[in-house]
């Protein structure tokens, strides 16, 4: 998967229609502008390229931390920006929307992908980990929205989903409030985790691809379709999702997978099922 990786995201393919991404930008994986771009640049490449990707897992390369955050020093050059108040504004919101728009990659993948982490979550590790599907932690990982602490609200999407990913509210306010540390244990306690593994490193990411590969086994179609009506019902009523899920599956329910699934019940086989899009390069 040399073709996908960059600079500091190295992508492999540990199993068929599996991808691992694995964040390497030492010594911390503290995020600078590069970092962050090419964070969404390759996700936004995998998703387009028609390659047969079914799950992705989103790790740390490093032993002892999944990432420090933003990289203050790279972001201390503010010169860019402007010095008029309202032309700084202007291209303040620029800068963050960009930031924004990377760091939501996974939510334009039409694949899950799965956040595996361990060690230190800090800042920005919030914003990327609440962005993905589905987040595996291990035992030794800790988390900490830290933005209060460096005078700003959190920006890059935090925010915006964790009243979405989490069941305590009440929880969830107080750790976006006071920037304190909390342990994997409290997170699966705030339902920001749908998985604790004992160990670190290997054992999540481990437990994560294990994940990935089963989803890998389910019909494409079914999986993306999944994952596009769970994220049109939490931005939409449900009359409207009803109403949205009507017209996709009115559509989709003429797969060829589904006649795949029930010939291969009979003959007590997987299924196969062909790739949900074709190669960039053939279309």
Known sequence: MSQFSGKFVKVSEPSPHVLLLELNRKPVNAFSNEFWTEYGQVLDTIAQSGHDVRAAVVSSALPKIFTAGIDFASLADTASLGTEPARRAFNSRTFILAFQHSIQAPERCPFPVIAAVHGPVLGLGMDIITACDVRYASSDATFSIKEVDVGLAADIGTLAHLPHVTSNSSLAREIAFTARTFSAAEGETLGLLSKVVD?????????????????????????????????????????????????????????????????????????????????????
């Open 199 to 283: 160990g670190g490193r290997e054992a999540v990411v481990a437990a994560a691809l294990n994940l990935a590969a089963l989803i890998a086994t389910k019909s494409p179609v079914a999986v993306a379709g999944t994952k596009r009506l769970l994220i049109h019902a939490r931005d939409h009523s449900v009359a409207s999702n009803l109403e949205y899920t009507s017209v996709w599956n009115g559509a989709m329910i003429n797969t060829a997978d589904m006649p795949a699934i029930a010939a291969a019940r009979m003959k007590k086989e997987a299924p196969k099922f062909e790739p949900l899009q074709k190669p960039r390069s053939k279309l």
